[in-house]
């Protein structure tokens, strides 16, 4: 996955010349300026994808995260890693019914009834 600046790079871009998606992607592909003004000086370096470019979620700085949690509900089986500033039970709820798969730091103060606990295995994945 690219660096999040080569993405917000491509959203000044696209903006600044007036692209279309279309045309932005054909520049990133082979235009070796809009290449290097990206940082992509190597010739493995990765060419960012629609895929990657559309998942991305940025926000004004002045917007407090839990403003944009409505916009974090993904497609099924998305695996999300996160810290515990995302622990909200709503969202939690939410990504439950969208099959989500998610993992956070649970916050020091939540109340809590423990119902198993999975020991981890050597190797492999979990039966349970």
């Given amino acids: ?8 790079g491509m959203m ?11 045309q932005l992607f ?3 592909r ?7 003004s990206l940082g992509m000086f ?5 060419v960012p994808v629609e ?3 559309y998942d991305i979620n940025i926000t004004e700085a002045k917007l407090h995260d839990s403003k944009g949690l409505s916009k974090m509900i993904f497609p ?3 695996i999300i890693v996160e810290d515990r500033a995302y622990f909200d ?5 939410q990504r439950f019914q969208a099959e989500n798969v998610f993992v956070t730091r649970i916050k020091a103060n939540t109340v809590f009834e423990q119902i198993r606990e999975l020991e981890l295995p050597e190797r492999g994945h979990f039966k349970g």
């Fill in 42 to 46: 190597n010739s493995d370096d990765d």
């Fill in 89 to 93: 039970f709503q969202l939690m709820l």
């Fill in 1 to 8: 996955m690219p660096p999040i600046k080569v993405l917000f």
């Fill in 30 to 36: 082979f235009n070796l300026q809009v290449m290097r």
């Fill in 12 to 22: 000044v871009l696209k903006e600044g010349q007036g692209w279309s998606d279309a």
């Fill in 76 to 78: 099924k089986d998305t």
């Fill in 51 to 53: 895929s990657t470019y």
């Fill in 26 to 28: 054909d520049q990133c």
